[in-house]
C-alpha cells in the first residue's frame, strides 16, 4: 500500500487514517523515523523493540531500533549469499 501527505512548513505530515487504523497509532503514540538505504522508514516506536539484544541498558530505544534493523539487514544478506552460492 502507498500513501501521500504534503509536509507542512513545520515539517509536519499527516498520517492517513487507515494506516493509523491499521497499526493501532493514537494521538501521543510515536514513531520513529529511519534513514535507510531505501529512503525514510517510519515504525511506530513500542517499548519492546531491541529487548533480548546484547545491547547495554543506557542505549536509547531508537539505537536500539538501529541495531536491531543493521542485524536484520545482516542476516537477509547472509541468507541471500547462502542462497547463491547453492
Given at each position: 500500500m502507498s500513501?501521500?501527505?504534503r509536509v507542512t512548513e513545520k515539517g509536519?505530515?499527516?498520517?492517513?487514517?487507515?494506516?493509523r487504523e491499521k497499526y493501532d497509532l493514537e494521538p501521543g503514540d510515536?514513531?520513529?523515523w529511519m534513514d535507510t538505504e531505501d529512503?525514510?522508514?517510519v515504525r511506530k516506536r513500542t517499548r519492546t523493540a531491541g529487548r533480548g539484544l546484547l545491547?547495554?541498558?543506557?542505549?536509547s530505544d531508537v539505537?536500539?531500533?538501529?541495531?536491531a534493523e543493521e542485524l536484520s539487514r545482516r542476516v537477509r544478506d547472509r541468507r541471500?549469499?547462502?542462497y547463491e552460492e547453492d
Open positions: 500513501k501521500s501527505t509536519q505530515a499527516t498520517i492517513p487514517k487507515d494506516l510515536e514513531v520513529v529512503g525514510i522508514v545491547v547495554p541498558d543506557d542505549v539505537q536500539r531500533e538501529e541495531v541471500d549469499r547462502n
